[in-house]
């Protein structure tokens, strides 16, 4: 049938029948001739909860020291428990990032100086750093090529006497292997905590993810699903975790007389709280969770089906019973297959309008703190106390994806609209299609 390809998908428009059309960044005309709008998360009900917070003059209500107010405002309150209720938890403690949320998460656990704490090196820094705020040492354990979350093996082989904890990150909105992560993490007296910043509504076999762990971490950053311009979220079903998780968050060491607090280890607190006008503007979020969330899914959704077989892509897998909500849609491309590397394959997709990644994040110990065993103070702490290294090549899945095979496209950036789906889909195909000219190019 005219204008489909044999397996009854839409042909690219711009390429022509034979699909000639010149890369832009050979000197033809790119696919996007306008950068796309950005995602409109931001709408009248966000816009009148911050007013309603405004005209009250309550910008925020917490006191640092124990009564009433110890815990905060009502629209704090409120949004903690509507955000409990939505995933199902006992607890849930607002903070100020996710980054604070991690922070809070190693010292209500009980880390302390020379435990090791399990990590990926393949997620955000704040993720391998969250440990070193309490004098632990991130372990980095290689990841699954498929997921790009923690190989359950690879955590294994890293677990030693002096591990304390796994912290697993749902990567780029798909969960890590949770259910056995929780119960090798049981099988050892370990925590197992989630670093959930990519994954809101993602789920392993029923459950959220954030909440398989003992302890889960969610975003609220400008850049994530849904968002109060900064902020995090808490969540635990155990009642101790979550009581240190609030004298973590507020100046704790004032309330543990109080509170009649036994173990006051890591109970010198901080002040990550939330205003009452992030809450408020975190409560519309929660409301609207499902749309935001479900549109980028889509998004990703659509480019799976419309990019998949094409000879040397893999689009996204999705592991058997998980949601994967597509923080990033993260395509692995093999340049032998495609002649071109994927260097060049980005370039060329830029060029003609669609911002990508080659690669993630750098391998996290690859960062200068690692590199150069300096954290806190002068003197290598807490390296000082481990033999753990962090040279090049200690996990080659990792260092393969980024270096070599991952295409990053993010999904919550622009709005998904089906012309912007299709011009993106139809710029891919263009970059594939002319690949022999620009490998010839290059
Ligand atoms: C964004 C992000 C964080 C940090 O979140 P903030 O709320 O910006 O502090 C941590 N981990 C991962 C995996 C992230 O994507």
């Known amino acids: ?10 042909r690219p428009v711009s390429s022509g029948a034979k699909g000639l059309d010149r ?26 909860a911050v007013m309603s917070v405004v005209r009250s003059g309550s910008l925020s209500a917490f006191y640092g020291s124990p009564g009433d107010k110890y815990l905060g405002g009502p629209l704090v309150r409120a949004f903690e428990e509507a955000w409990s209720r939505r995933f199902g938890v006992e607890h849930t403690v607002s903070v100020n990032s996710a980054t604070s949320g991690l922070t809070a998460a190693m010292g209500a656990i009980g880390v302390g100086p020379g435990d090791e704490v399990i990590v990926p090196p393949y997620t955000m820094s704040a993720t391998a750093i969250a440990p070193l705020a309490y004098g ?5 354990a290689d990841i699954e090529p498929e997921t790009f979350c923690l190989d359950v093996g690879a955590v294994e082989r890293a ?18 292997r949770l259910r056995e992560l929780r119960a090798l993490a049981d099988s050892r007296g370990l925590f197992l905590v989630e670093d959930n910043a990519q994954g809101p509504l993602a789920m392993e076999d029923g459950r959220y993810a954030g909440t398989v762990g003992h302890l889960g971490v969610f975003s ?21 975790l979550a009581q240190r998780l609030r004298m973590i968050r507020n100046h704790g060491e004032n309330v543990v007389e109080a509170w009649e607090v036994d173990d006051i280890s890591n109970m010198i607190g901080f002040n990550l709280r939330l205003t009452e006008m992030s809450a408020a503007v975190g409560l519309a979020q929660l409301e609207q969770a499902d749309r935001h969330v479900g549109a980028r899914e889509a998004l990703a959704g659509r480019l799976s089906r419309e990019l998949a077989g094409l000879a040397g892509l893999t689009v996204p897998a999705v592991r058997q019973g998980c949601r994967h909500v597509s923080y990033i ?42 590199q150069r065993r300096t954290a806190l103070g002068r003197e ?27 295409l990053g496209l993010e999904t919550c950036a622009s709005d998904p609209t089906d012309d912007y789906a299709e011009k993106v889909v139809r710029a891919i195909r263009k970059v594939h299609e002319n690949r022999a000219a620009l490998a010839a190019s290059g």
């Not at 632990?136 to 980095?140: E, G, L, R, T, W």
């Open 220 to 240: 609220l950053n400008y850049h994530k699903h849904i968002h109060a311009g900064e902020g995090g979220m808490c969540v635990t079903n155990d009642d101790r």
């Open 23 to 48: 890369l832009a960044l050979l000197g033809g005309t790119p696919v996007f001739d306008a950068a796309p709008a950005p995602y409109p998360s931001i709408g009248p009900a966000e816009a009148e």
């Open 329 to 370: 849609w993260a395509a692995r491309l093999d340049a032998r297959k495609l002649g071109v590397s994927r260097d060049l394959f980005g370039k060329a997709l830029a060029a003609e309008g669609v911002p990508n990644s080659r690669g993630y994040v750098r391998p996290l110990y690859l960062l200068p703190a690692f």
């Open 159 to 176: 677990l030693s006497p002096r591990t304390r904890a796994i912290l697993a990150v749902n990567l780029f909105g798909h969960p890590a």
């Open 380 to 406: 290598g702490f807490p390296f000082n106390l481990s033999q753990v290294k962090y040279e090049r090549g200690i996990c080659p899945v990792t260092e393969r994806m980024h270096f070599e095979e991952l």
């Open 1 to 10: 049938m005219k204008g489909l390809d044999a397996r009854g998908r839409r």
């Open 136 to 140: 632990a040492i991130p372990v980095f």
